[in-house]
DNA sequence: CGCGACGTTGATTTGCCTCAACGATTGTGG
DNA sequence: CCACAATCGTTGAGGCAAATCAACGTCGCG
């Protein structure tokens, strides 16, 4: 269990010393999970956000009709967690499991909040993570309504290099926001 | 020029005091807009967000086809900018413009960010506002790939209640992603 | 080996778009 | 205050992108 990603990150990019390092890293969590294994469930309240270190994990929402949407892939560097339970404590309406046995460390919100007011420099970081989060969500949702699936399916190549050889198709379209049929034909033309 | 929306939302969901608010209301700068005019054209750079005071703005993308798809509706009591070009100083894909003859605070990403150091709780504020913007964009964007067009009209009539018959039917169908022949067929139905 | 998950392909259906025509409303200049 | 244009909402006929349903081959794995 290899935390220096993430600790990595925070250095190069927040300028944390080794201090605060090692603050943070006392509240976090390792733990592991098989391919399937989930970390949340519909209906639970996160508890807490993962940092994937190695794997990879996906958030998706089942709809009335049964069919799974996936919100996020999360490979090794990213972030993920159902934000709205995650802050609210409210219950969750997504799923996250991991497609790749995976490592992650885990951090609960109330620890985060803690964390906060112990380190400003962790707090600036984290905003700026949510800044760009919604930057991408929001181009992603611009791209889904103005885009047809072909050019979401390049975009997707392009957002996810390492993933597009490595999950399963159903999953590619579950994201793109079609059928594992209709991103089989798209594939089939070129 | 009345700035008392945006302060007594800081005080009241930050805590800041008097003479935190006369800081932050320094950097603000007043600015009006008149229906269809616009406080950003897509290619240029964002430099401001803007808080809306009164009337009503939106940011919306064109696409290759000359369609416009609305992103965001901005009435009173809300931030609106290009997130992406504001934050990046990279030329927008967004314009921004007024639906309803508008008074807006402005605040540049330069003033946010040199804020930040001084009022630390500042910088609390627009966290929380991040996360916010993203749970609901990311809100959205599930429900634009799980929803038909009616749901996701009768989503949008909550979301907005004030909005529904105030503005042009023809940007809710862009909003919500339909034709605006076809959101009028929707509504037809019920 | 055999079973379940996955990807492919084809026939048919459907939600939404395109294009066109037409009133109603708004607004703007004379 | 009116005339006219522009914008907007509605309605209908036809078309297309993507969904649905079903059948079938392949692969990895217990």
Same mark, same amino acid.
């Given at each position: 269990m290899n935390i220096d990603l993430l600790l990595g990150q925070l250095r190069k990019q @927040?300028?944390?010393d080794d201090a605060d390092c090692a603050v943070f890293a006392s509240k976090l969590r390792p733990a592991k999970f098989k391919r399937?294994? @989930?970390?949340l469930q519909q209906g639970q309240v996160s508890r807490d956000a993962a940092f994937v270190l190695s794997g990879c994990m996906r958030a998706y929402s089942l709809d009335d009709n049964g069919f799974e949407h996936v919100l996020q892939f999360a490979p090794p560097g990213w972030w993920i967690t159902d934000m709205y339970s995650w802050i609210s404590k409210k219950e969750s309406n997504l799923c996250i499991e991991a497609i790749k046995d995976a490592q992650v460390a885990l951090l609960s919100r109330d620890d985060q909040l803690e964390l906060f007011d112990r380190i400003p420099k962790l707090e600036r970081y984290f905003r700026i993570l949510a800044e760009n989060a919604l930057v991408s969500t929001r181009t992603r949702l611009m791209e889904n309504m103005s885009l047809t699936a072909k050019q979401r399916y390049h975009i997707f190549l392009k957002t996810y290099p390492n993933l597009g050889n490595d999950i399963p198709q159903k999953l590619i379209a579950s994201y793109i926001g079609v059928t594992p049929e209709f991103l089989s034909k798209i594939r089939g033309e070129k």
């Open positions: @927040s300028g944390l399937r294994e @989930s970390l």
